[in-house]
């Protein structure tokens, strides 16, 4: 019902910036929030950032906050992760997901629509 598509991820030295890119489409009028979640080899599913589609409320987990910035595009159905003061702790792959509600939303489980992820390495 609602198709997720990451962009943005790359090869980038420590201290570097990328910026992610989620479009979604769909059915996007069941969109509450819009999160990023990403997984490093052998860890557990991480929570990055969300923001409720609505009003813009924003959570970051909090090995990122500070350091990155979830923001959305709500006319073209867009969120993004600006990420600032890269390391390579944050070296995994990142996942957009959309969830139809905005409780439990750093929790993985509550969502219900995925992309295929995209790829970041921090070198050094």
């Known amino acids: 019902q609602v198709q997720l598509v990451e962009s943005g991820g790359g090869l980038v030295q420590a201290g570097d910036s990328l910026r992610l890119a989620c479009a979604a489409s769909?059915?996007?009028?069941?969109?509450?929030?819009m999160g990023w979640f990403r997984q490093a080899p052998g860890k557990e599913r991480e929570f990055v950032a969300a923001?409720?589609?609505?009003?813009?409320?924003?959570l970051y987990g909090d090995s990122v906050k500070g350091r990155f910035t979830i923001s959305r595009d709500n006319a073209k159905n867009t969120v993004y992760l600006q990420m600032n003061s890269l390391k390579p702790e944050d070296t995994a792959v990142y996942y957009c997901?959309?969830?139809?509600?905005?409780?439990?939303?750093?929790?993985?489980?509550?969502?219900?629509?995925w992309g295929q992820g995209t790829q970041v390495t921090v070198s050094s």
């Open positions: 997901a959309a969830s139809t509600f905005w409780s439990a939303r750093t929790t993985s489980s509550a969502y219900d629509y």
């Open positions: 769909g059915r996007t009028v069941s969109i509450r929030t």
């Open positions: 923001v409720n589609w609505n009003d813009s409320n924003r």
